[in-house]
């Protein structure tokens, strides 16, 4: 399971990494930074006896050090090293022995070609770049919910390496997928890359505190920009989230350009069933669910009264246990008791900001020692959820209070109206008010479980006529529930999910939702000058239409980053280090590129080449650099040591996945069996 608590510790670890060669970083203006020009199809050195374009440039640096490639490595090794490269598994014994013994000139491309053509090539590549876009099926944080549709995403890519998809049309795809496909769930769940990171569903839908929440969204459209600006830009956008950025020239009015783009999607599962399929599952589920719910509610009839009954003393008892700790047990409808030093005063209220279901209520309020009771306070018509509803008591003259003692259902123990946020204030007169208890005084339930009842002791407390109606309910409902179960759900999944509404878009001072500056509206980086003029939408523009702009912008021939950062990538994988060794960071405060007019010519070369990653695949693996031993040249050592001019194959370590991947037995056997 790919879990989203690993991925924000590794992408931590991963951020805190820069990669910086002696000799290759180097101050640069922002406009006239490299990474920011359109690349340019320079022509390859003239080298006597190169006819490999990518050998030519890379030869070209080598011998103005005096100094060259490594010799080629034997057989065995180069078909193991593009064996674990391209699938992750090592080569059978038939196969090495196959290419050893073939010396047709076409042998090496032969072994490419078919290892492009494995499935497990889609596997592994698609596991690098699950990686890259944080991809969990986890919601991380304390919660950190499973998500099991989230696995059509994984699927999508590892199909899209399969298939050579063309790269720009993986980016389209991840972005507005569910737009340029509305009826195909594969472009769908393409959509699965937006959402793919941590998610805090609990501050998002279920937390009553409107700040709380709106932090929480901003949280989720940086995560959205962020991913998207360093996966497929290598820019690191979110850094401008509360100023401009300090090293790029992204100012903070860009990085809420891209909010706004994203404003309009959402987090969380989407059906992608056809209307025939919901219309006819509803048509055998609807019935089943409809009786179930009756037969519930009758049981809920006959058992709540009593288990309301019989946990009352219970919570009593364990809130005495608590009271030593000076702790509250966690809320609940039957009894709760709140406990301060004695105060003396006339007015007292309950200021209640956040409660479960459609309205805050209190069955009854006693002040103690007081012993005044408030009874079947309920808040008044058109209060909503999210905004502070009071009930205050009047004592009538000033009188001392240390404690409240309130429940909401004592006669069903139904949670419906149940504060979940609140506060307990005193007034002396009626005008200023201070606090003296709050629900955060209350143990959470992920830390105790409240007292339950055995249902022998449900059982026991019931009349006879009662126990006879529970069972015979009970079992209709067991039997109602297989059948439901045995309905096939219509196909969902997790991906991103379109709000009716985008929402509005704001410079936010230092990054705080409760500074909203001007308003913003959906628009490209400006760094990109050569596409600016290509994407400004207005404020009423529709999600579809803010998605689909950026997936145009990213992919247009003309942005000089999407083609160069795909092209790094690859070629970071395949050799263990970049031509710019911070593939998620082409900014300013990144390493620089080792050869920018090779990373340029490839990158047009491969726009040229229809955006294939199997083409930029052969090409980089059929060069003399590709082929060379990783044998150590004492003089190259001490020119380039950390080996950025590439006049070695670099040694790699085997990473977990691979290592065991290898050790599958049959493979196990053939190793220790070759001769």
């Not at 449900?458 to 045995?486: F, G, M, V």
Request: hydrophobic share 40%; proline share 7%.
């Amino acid at each position: 399971m790919f879990n989203n608590v690993r991925i924000v510790a590794l992408v931590a670890l991963a951020a805190s990494i820069q990669v910086a060669q002696p000799g290759l970083r180097r101050a640069q203006a922002p406009q006239t930074s490299w990474a920011y020009r359109t690349p340019r199809k320079a022509a390859p050195p003239r080298l006597p006896g190169v006819s490999n374009t990518i050998d030519a440039f890379l030869l070209s640096k080598l011998r103005s050090r005096s100094l060259g490639f490594a010799p080629i490595a034997d057989r065995r090794t180069l078909i193991r090293r593009a064996a674990y490269s391209l699938t992750g598994l090592p080569p059978s014994p038939a196969e090495v022995a196959a290419f050893t013994n073939d010396r047709s000139p076409n042998a090496w491309a032969k072994v490419i070609d078919r290892l492009l053509a494995s499935p497990r090539y889609g596997e592994r590549w698609a596991r690098h770049w699950l990686d890259v876009v944080r991809y969990g099926e986890t919601d991380g944080g304390e919660h950190n919910r499973e998500r099991p549709n989230s696995w059509p995403y994984r699927d999508y890519v590892i199909d899209a390496f399969n298939s050579d998809t063309p790269y720009n049309q993986f980016v389209r795809e991840q972005i507005a997928g569910d737009i340029l496909s509305p009826n195909d769930p594969s472009k769908i769940a393409a959509t699965g890359f937006l959402v793919a990171g941590p998610w805090d569903q609990v501050s998002a839908e279920l937390n009553q505190d409107p700040v709380m929440k709106k932090t929480a969204r901003m949280d989720e459209l940086d995560d959205m920009v962020n991913t998207t600006c360093s996966t497929f830009l290598a820019l690191t956008v979110n850094c401008a989230r509360c100023h401009d950025h300090k090293f790029d020239p992204i100012p903070a009015k860009d990085y809420y350009r891209l909010t706004s783009v994203f404003s309009g999607a959402g987090f969380g599962e989407r059906s992608v069933a056809s209307p025939s399929e919901t219309s006819k599952y509803e048509e055998i589920a609807g019935p089943l669910r409809e009786a179930v719910g009756k037969i519930r509610a009758e049981l809920d009839d006959i058992e709540d009264p009593v288990t309301a009954r019989l946990l009352a003393p219970k919570y009593r008892a364990a809130e005495a246990s608590r009271a030593l700790k000076m702790q509250r047990i966690s809320l609940n409808p039957l009894y709760n008791r709140d406990v301060w030093p004695e105060r003396t005063a006339r007015y007292w209220r309950f200021v209640v900001t956040g409660h479960k279901g459609a309205k805050a209520r209190l069955a009854s309020v006693e002040l103690l020692p007081a012993r005044h009771t408030a009874s079947n306070w309920t808040a008044p018509e058109g209060a909503s959820s999210g905004k502070p509803v009071i009930l205050t008591i009047d004592l009538g003259a000033a009188t001392p209070v240390s404690e409240a003692v309130w429940s909401t259902d004592p006669q069903t123990g139904r949670t419906d109206g149940t504060p979940n946020l609140y506060r307990v204030e005193f007034s002396e007169d009626g005008k200023a008010w201070t606090q003296v208890a709050s629900n955060l005084d209350h143990i959470s339930r992920l830390e105790e479980d409240l007292p339950q009842c055995a249902d022998a002791e449900i059982e026991s407390a019931l009349s006879p006529e009662l126990r006879t109606r529970r069972s015979a309910l009970r079992t209709q409902r067991e039997l109602l529930d297989k059948r439901l179960a045995a309905v096939p759900i219509p196909r969902r999944l997790y991906a991103c999910r379109p709000q009716p509404k985008p929402e509005r878009a704001f410079l936010l001072e230092r990054g705080s939702v409760q500074k909203p500056k001007e308003e913003i509206t959906p628009g490209s980086l400006t760094v990109v000058s050569q596409l600016s003029s290509m994407f400004r939408l207005s404020a009423d523009s529709t999600d579809a239409e803010r998605r689909l702009a950026l997936a145009e912008w990213m992919v247009s021939p003309k942005n000089p980053l999407t083609a160069r950062v795909i092209v790094n990538r690859v070629w970071y994988i395949h050799f263990g280090a970049g031509i710019v060794n911070t593939p998620s960071d082409f900014g300013l405060n990144g390493d620089r590129a080792s050869h920018p007019e090779l990373l340029d010519r490839l990158a047009v070369s491969f726009m040229e080449h229809g955006w294939s990653l199997k083409w930029l695949h052969r090409e980089i693996m059929s060069t003399r650099a590709y082929l060379q031993s990783d044998s150590i040249n004492p003089k190259a050592h001490k020119v380039d040591a950390a080996n950025r001019l590439l006049w070695h194959m670099p040694l790699r370590r085997m990473d977990a996945e691979t290592l065991r991947d290898s050790l599958d037995f049959g493979l196990y056997l053939d190793l220790f069996t070759e001769s």
